[in-house]
């Protein structure tokens, strides 16, 4: 898969210069520390070898991990940040424009860009699928999913549009220049490895540089500007890496990224909560029922209320069967209440502890070396892309549902219907 830079000339070239940066500044560092510190000063001069060991010790320890999480982060930053798929349309558009014709249409008249604002209005449209077999999936009011009009598809839980890259990355967090791409739900977790050792490493850093040259000054000697280099590069690379890395932390313990913080005071979600077979009907929420019919088909259902589609000029309204579906038809059926959170409820808080495993892992290996993804990128689980908590709960009870288990659904459903045939 092929690197996926940043559409912006001028980030392009600083995230090629950065690199070069940093590999300056710790190739200095290792100057400062292992020949100025270590060599010259506290071995040679003052004959203290065992002061010396230690911080050969920690040095290279921290410079090996935070080389190697910075490479980690770098690949899946920028070969596999986590996109979704490009719609048909989209991949069509790309595919018949040149990297200098598309500069030239996104810095030129904006009439002439091709936009589509609105959602495929194929009742079959391609993705769907992903969504109704699922339990729960954030939702807009006609009960269809997100829809990006940059992509042309639908969106998954927690995937955001980056004008960055002009890709939807899932649990985009932010394009980080130092690593030249983009933080997603693949690199997160690299991402707080790289900033938690580069702190570490700095620290060391600094503390070698602030006590030889406090040593040296109360020896008498004069001040050595390598020192005082060294004391200040160490200060500013690690008060940022160490504020990036209590940030990133605390956003692990909340379940959220950059993009999610931003006005979740205030924020509400929409999701579309799966019905079981059975519920009875409720004037306190809509309902939706997948698929969605064709625009010349008849309603196949009734409900109390009702929600209008523009994709098939129809209502998607809730599963009481009708007589003309066969068994299997109807049970390829999936109805979903219409539900909205509390203002600044976050539906996939599972609690600091999860939420943390859901980053980092369960094993306290995968915390501290960059080898295998965060748990949350499985999306496999029927219940959702992301697993819910009792926000979830709450907000079900508070509209007289129960939330449904794992294990429930067409599948369940389907199994029964052949039980029933043999």
Request: proline letters at 7%.
């Amino acid at each position: 898969m092929p690197a996926i830079e940043s559409t912006r000339c001028a980030t392009r070239w600083i995230t090629r210069i950065i690199p070069v940066v940093i590999t300056g500044a710790v190739g200095y560092a290792t100057y400062v520390v292992v020949a100025r510190v270590c060599s010259s000063y506290l071995i040679n001069t003052r004959g203290e070898v065992g002061a010396a060991i230690p911080i050969l010790i920690f040095y290279f320890l921290f410079l090996l991990l935070m080389v190697a999480t910075y490479i980690r982060t770098i690949l899946a930053a920028n070969f596999d940040p986590g996109l979704v798929p490009l719609g048909p349309l989209a991949i069509e558009q790309r595919s018949h424009q040149n990297s200098k014709r598309l500069r030239k249409h996104k810095h030129g008249d904006l009439e002439s860009q091709s936009y589509h604002p609105g959602p495929d209005n194929d009742p079959d449209s391609p993705g769907l699928e992903n969504f109704y077999t699922k339990n729960v999936f954030v939702c807009e009011s006609d009960g269809r999913p997100k829809w990006c009009s940059e992509c042309c598809n639908w969106k998954p839980d927690r995937a955001h549009h980056s004008s960055e890259i002009d890709r939807c990355v899932l649990r985009m967090d932010h394009y980080c220049p130092w690593v030249g791409g983009m933080i997603g739900e693949n690199s997160f977790k690299f991402f707080v490895q790289f900033t938690t050792y580069t702190a570490c490493y700095c620290a060391v850093v600094l503390g070698a540089a602030a006590s030889t040259l406090h040593k040296r000054n109360n020896e008498g000697q004069p001040l050595d500007p390598y020192l005082i280099a060294a004391i200040a590069l160490a200060a500013f690379f690690g008060l940022f890496t160490f504020l990036m890395t209590v940030t990133s932390i605390r956003y692990i313990f909340l379940n959220m990224t950059n993009v999610d913080i931003l006005g979740s005071p205030s924020k509400v979600y929409q999701l579309a909560v799966y019905l079981p077979r059975g519920t009875p009907p409720s004037d306190g929420f809509s309902v939706v029922t997948y698929p969605l019919p064709k625009p010349d088909q008849t309603p196949r259902t009734r409900t109390s209320r009702t929600v209008t589609s523009e994709a098939s000029g129809a209502s998607l309204q809730g599963r009481t069967s009708s007589p003309r579906l066969t068994a299997r038809d109807d049970l390829a059926m999936r109805s979903f209440a219409i539900l909205k959170t509390g203002a600044g409820e976050n539906p996939w808080d599972l609690g600091p502890w999860r939420n943390w495993q859901a980053v980092m892992g369960a094993n306290p290996l995968d915390w501290l070396l960059p080898i295998r993804k965060s748990p949350c990128t499985n999306h496999e689980s029927q219940r959702g892309f992301y697993p819910m908590g009792h926000v979830l709960t709450k907000v079900c009870t508070r509209y007289g549902l129960t939330v449904t288990s794992d294990n429930e659904g067409n599948g369940l459903e389907m199994q029964e219907f052949r039980n029933k045939k043999t």
